[in-house]
């Protein structure tokens, strides 16, 4: 049996996929074509309760080109070495974004170096940087690369 999670992400999966083909079938464009660009652009997500201890609050904005995924981190995430991999679940399941390796990495670098931060923002045009814990984190502050976006904290 499903659980309530479960449901709701197979829920929101099928209204995707829906919306999707649709979007595909006013435009014109194959269903891959369609999903490519509805996978590099989220829709923008008001603020809204996570339910987590971890993530308190989440939003996404949709800024042209790129998108900015941000959130304030609950208390339990702002202390030394929490569980970095749950807390990054619970943010997939508060809010919907690619997941792309850019935005996990700049969630990871928050977590270890800017957990105190009163808000945490993630841009999608920033490149990937798998190095970036030995890139002088203190320096780029999570920042790396350019963003449209400006900074992030």
Same mark, same amino acid.
């Given at each position: ?12 999966? /099928? ?14 464009? #194959? ?53 970095? #991999?749950?807390?990054?679940?619970? /943010? ?62």
């Amino acid at each position: 049996m499903f659980s309530t999670t479960t449901a709701t992400r197979s829920t929101r999966r /099928l209204a995707l996929a829906a919306a999707t083909a649709l979007a595909a079938s006013l435009l014109g464009m #194959g269903t891959a074509t369609a999903q490519e660009h509805t996978a590099q652009l989220p829709p923008d997500q008001d603020w809204r309760s996570c339910g987590s201890l971890l993530i308190n609050k989440a939003s996404v904005q949709n800024e042209g080109d790129m998108f900015k995924v941000n959130l304030v981190p609950g208390h339990a995430l702002r202390v030394p070495h929490p569980s970095v #991999g749950v807390a990054w679940g619970d /943010l997939r399941n508060c809010v919907t974004f690619p997941n792309e390796d850019t935005l996990r990495q700049q969630f990871d670098c928050h977590a270890a170096f800017a957990r105190k931060e009163k808000e945490w923002n993630m841009e999608s045009d920033r490149p990937s940087n798998p190095g970036w814990k030995s890139d002088n984190p203190q320096q780029h502050q999570c920042n790396w690369g350019s963003s449209d976006g400006g900074g992030s904290s």
